[in-house]
């Protein structure tokens, strides 16, 4: 079992940044591809990014390439994704995932443990 803990979110204006961190507990994440995924209001859940474990080969939503950047720090065992230049329709509650082995990284039915999110708010 993985234990998933996301922090850092907030309110911001738009174009500012924010980094969230997700902590694992229970089993090392060093051999788990991990996700980040968002839902805002009324949608469905979303894609944001992912990075594999074996060598940190990262994907990206169109959405936030060039914006967001996913990285970890398996010595850690956290997870990070740096948010710049922030929009309004970034707004959402952001979650990790994890994930011993995917077929398709952006789908979010591959994860197997989620933490419970952190609200990220941006205002214009």
């Known amino acids: 079992q993985v234990q998933l803990v996301e922090s850092g979110g907030g309110l911001v204006q738009a174009g500012d940044s924010l980094r969230l961190s997700c902590a694992a507990s229970?089993?090392?994440?060093?051999?788990?591809?991990m996700g980040w995924f968002r839902q805002a209001p009324g949608k469905e859940r979303e894609f944001v990014a992912a990075?594999?474990?074996?060598?940190?080969?990262?994907y990206y939503a169109d959405s936030v390439k060039g914006r967001f950047t996913i990285s970890r720090d398996n010595a850690k065992n956290t997870v990070y994704l740096q948010m710049n230049s922030l929009k309004p329709e970034d707004t959402a509650v952001y979650y990790c995932a994890a994930v011993s082995r995917w077929t398709t990284y952006y789908s979010h039915s591959q994860y197997d443990y989620w933490g419970q999110g952190t609200q990220v708010t941006v205002s214009s």
């Open positions: 990075i594999r474990w074996f060598d940190s080969s990262t």
């Open positions: 229970g089993r090392a994440l060093s051999r788990h591809n």
